[in-house]
């Protein structure tokens, strides 16, 4: 005869629950993380296998959750929490990509190409064509420098710093994120200015030749000549994007660490 497991209804939901509360902080995380959480980059299945294996891989490391149903209001808050941190570990990235496309954006209206549109691989939605061009540069250099695995062992960290209780994120933590958004305005802005310049110069300039000429057509000669000074102008000043969006991930990661409590 077969010896029999038997398990009570305590032991079964606890061996559920150390599997269960990671693969939702992980899951958040992944979601809302850059290049992970595109479906058009990483296909939905292939970030469900990730956050599977992932999790398999770190609970036998980490020490054994409390006891909290999770169909209960305290499993309820408890999976709030680990929503709340995974998104907000995802979204600080997400911010340091969104002044890629906010400098995109600034450049293309002042050059005559707001009216092109192209969906964002990152975001699934229709940006500016610059746009798509910086979110594309931007994921190429953010695995160049392999943010994506930083990102993962951050992730890992965080169940040490930060292990699985009723208590996530303090309000400390939550304002830092607030106040870190500031970064995507002027990293945005410092990513656009130089063809911003170089454009309100030569519309000045057309202004002024207009003034001196009316029968000039301003259209006919202003249009192409800014469309090809702002590509010109992105052409030279590409160089500095890689400093200038490594900065800011990099920055991105450090905010991280003092939210999470990483050495």
Do not use: C
């Amino acid at each position: 005869m077969s010896p029999t497991m038997n398990f009570t209804s305590d032991q079964l939901i606890q061996y559920i629950s150390n599997y269960f509360w990671p693969f939702v902080r992980i899951g958040a995380a992944l979601m809302a993380a850059p290049f992970f959480g595109s479906a058009s980059i990483v296909p939905r299945r292939i970030r469900l296998g990730l956050v599977i294996v992932i999790t398999a891989l770190i609970v036998p490391l980490l020490p054994a959750t409390p006891f909290i149903n999770p169909v209960s209001a305290q499993g309820f808050l408890m999976l709030l929490q680990q929503i709340l941190l995974g998104v907000a570990m995802g979204f600080m990235l997400q911010l340091a990509f969104a002044a890629l496309s906010l400098g995109g954006s600034s450049i293309s209206m002042p050059m005559g190409l707001g009216f092109a549109n192209m969906v964002d691989p990152q975001n699934g939605v229709q940006v500016p064509v610059l746009s798509t061009f910086f979110s594309i540069l931007g994921t190429l250099l953010f695995l160049a420098m392999n943010g994506h695995l930083i990102f993962l062992q951050m992730l890992v960290d965080s169940f040490t710093s930060l292990p699985v209780s009723p208590v996530g994120l303090s309000t400390n933590s939550i304002l830092k994120i607030a106040l870190w958004g500031g970064q995507v305005f002027l990293g945005g802005i410092l990513i656009a200015l130089p063809a911003i310049m170089i454009i309100t110069l030569i519309n000045i300039t057309f202004g002024i030749m207009t003034k001196a000429a009316p029968q000039l057509n301003i259209f006919a000669v202003g249009f192409p000549t800014t469309m090809a000074a702002g590509f010109l102008v992105i052409f030279l000043t590409l160089p500095n994007l890689l400093p200038r969006f490594m900065a800011l991930i990099e920055d991105a990661f450090d905010t991280l660490r003092l939210m999470l409590g990483i050495n």
